[in-house]
């Protein structure tokens, strides 16, 4: 008696909700049909990892459920359209909304709008725009000028000081998290430096990139190879960090 309580006690606690699903589509077509029932084009199988078995899909609005070992004889299709992206499903067609939830193209073709998640993911993003801005104002005019040449590959020296404002506030409202990224790289001064040595023609490239030369008045020597698929910058970084290289960084800096 307690049992069957308890049972009718949890039963009355589920609540049936419309739901709408949306296309993944950056422009979604006026109107998308979706696949709902199984054939050779377009198997629509799920994989039950109980019986470990695939089920059939098949979705007819007077069954009680979405697989074809529990539907009867009878059953009415009925197509699945998405107008201008989106499909809304009443709570009075749950069997549709488990249809939708076991298709395979659920998650790639279509997604379930959560508008509490997609809030969440709102607020984060501009969460992260509003530190990278803040950031950005409080960068100091080496600072500036070492973004601009790590990220743009800048000539700084022809930029005025509005103008580096300007593009790294642009970037970081754009691409905040790349921004917060570079400006949290604790090598970010030696790359920007080194940048800073290609851009005034201390250091140059030779062979179509693949060598990078001193060009200093007093030495034309080859500094280093660049392999297939390594930066040269990253590669310049590392060899001045070395304790063969740490003389010379001193050199190059003395120079600028």
Known sequence: MEQTKAKAKT???VK???KNYKLKKAVAPLSYMLPTKHSARFPLLWFDDNEGT???LRYARNQKSP???EQDGNVILEPVVFEDGFLHVSRTNQVLQEFLHYHPLNGRTFLEVDKAKDAAEEIEGLMIEADALVEA???SIEQLENICRVLFGANVSTMSTSELKRDVLIFAKT???DFLDVVNDPELKIMGTVERFFAEGLLAYRKSGKEVWFNTANNKTKMLNVPFGKDATDL???YLKSDDGIEVLKHLESLI
Do not use: A, G, I, Y
Request: aromatic share 10%; hydrophobic share 30%.
């Open 67 to 69: 697989f074809v070992d």
């Open 54 to 56: 695939n089920r059939e």
């Open 16 to 18: 049936f909700t419309d």
């Open 137 to 139: 104002k409080k960068l």
């Open 11 to 13: 039963k009355k606690t």
């Open 236 to 238: 310049v970084v590392s």
């Open 175 to 177: 691409n905040p998290q």
